[in-house]
Nanobody
Framework: QVQLVESGGGLVQTGGSLRLSCAASGSGFSIIVMGWYRQAPGKQRELVAVIFSGGTTTYADSVKGRFTISRDGARNTVDLQMNSLKPEDTAVYYC??????????WGRGTQVTVSS
């Protein structure tokens, strides 16, 4: 069973930075893609950024140029560096990992709050 543990959330002022980290442990499937989603109150969960095992990345338009995703394949960790944070970035951020045959797992989430 693959498990994900997030860390690094918190409260920051507009324009500030935070770094989220996620570590995968256990076994069950080979991880092909890792990334981050977020869910704000009253809204659906949305993709923030993902990175594939080959290094290809995808970002939501709203975070391009501000957020950077990186992955250590050997350690099965994924980080999200968030710069120039805005109040609309406030959400619970969830780590995500997926492998072949539709297997996937979610972390419990970490709160990010950006004050105006």
């Amino acid at each position: 069973q693959v498990q994900l543990v997030e860390s690094g959330g918190g409260l920051v002022q507009t324009g500030g930075s935070l770094r989220l980290s996620c570590a995968a442990s256990g076994s069950g499937f080979s991880i092909i893609v890792m990334g981050w989603y977020r869910q704000a109150p009253g809204k659906q969960r949305e993709l923030v950024a993902v990175i594939f095992s080959g290094g290809t990345t995808t970002y939501a338009d709203s975070v391009k140029g501000r957020f950077t995703i990186s992955r250590d394949g050997a350690r099965n960790t994924v980080d999200l560096q968030m710069n120039s944070l805005k109040p609309e970035d406030t959400a619970v951020y969830y780590c995500y990992a997926a492998g072949p045959l539709g297997r996937s797992v979610w972390g419990r989430g970490t709160q990010v709050t950006v004050s105006s």
